[in-house]
């Protein structure tokens, strides 16, 4: 019993390891110009989520999807690289200046393509295993 944990904990510790991750990257920011509303940026960046044409780049820390609400509504999709803050902040409705701000940090693979983020695979995987088991 106790090896076969141990063989789903390393699995899940090395599964990946020599590959890096990736996060789509993008933003989508509304705006109203002499009365009428516009967009800019990838419009499949907004939720529902389309990554059609949306840009995967590397990701070795955390993915992130933001949601900014207020006079210039905006979404934007990125990896989180801040090297100033080392880890990425969980926000959910946080005002500010009469902007309203959520911010969802992931780390699986492609993981912030959701509207809410979660838990990456592997670790879902491992957790309902261990639970199998005991």
């Given at each position: 019993?106790?090896?076969?944990?141990?063989?789903?904990?390393?699995?899940?510790?090395?599964?990946?390891?020599?590959?890096?991750?990736?996060?789509?990257?993008?933003?989508?920011?509304?705006?109203?110009f002499?009365?009428?509303e516009?967009?800019?940026?990838?419009?499949?960046?907004?939720?529902?989520?389309?990554?059609?044409?949306?840009?995967?780049?590397?990701?070795?820390?955390?993915?992130?999807?933001?949601?900014?609400?207020?006079?210039?509504?905006?979404?934007?999709?990125?990896?989180?690289?801040?090297?100033?803050?080392?880890?990425?902040?969980?926000?959910?409705?946080?005002?500010?200046?009469?902007?309203?701000?959520?911010?969802?940090?992931?780390?699986?693979?492609?993981?912030?393509?959701?509207?809410?983020?979660?838990?990456?695979?592997?670790?879902?995987?491992?957790?309902?295993?261990?639970?199998?088991?005991?």
């Open positions: 019993m106790q090896a076969i944990l141990v063989g789903i904990f390393l699995v899940a510790a090395f599964c990946g390891a020599d590959a890096t991750m990736q996060c789509y990257n993008c933003t989508l920011l509304s705006m109203t002499s009365g009428q516009m967009q800019v940026g990838e419009k499949g960046c907004q939720d529902p989520f389309n990554n059609l044409n949306i840009t995967l780049v590397p990701c070795e820390t955390s993915c992130v999807k933001s949601i900014s609400e207020g006079s210039m509504p905006s979404i934007r999709r990125w990896c989180y690289d801040e090297p100033s803050i080392p880890e990425c902040t969980q926000l959910e409705n946080f005002e500010i200046m009469g902007i309203t701000v959520s911010q969802y940090c992931c780390t699986g693979d492609k993981c912030n393509n959701a509207g809410a983020v979660g838990l990456s695979l592997i670790l879902a995987i491992t957790a309902a295993i261990t639970a199998l088991l005991f």
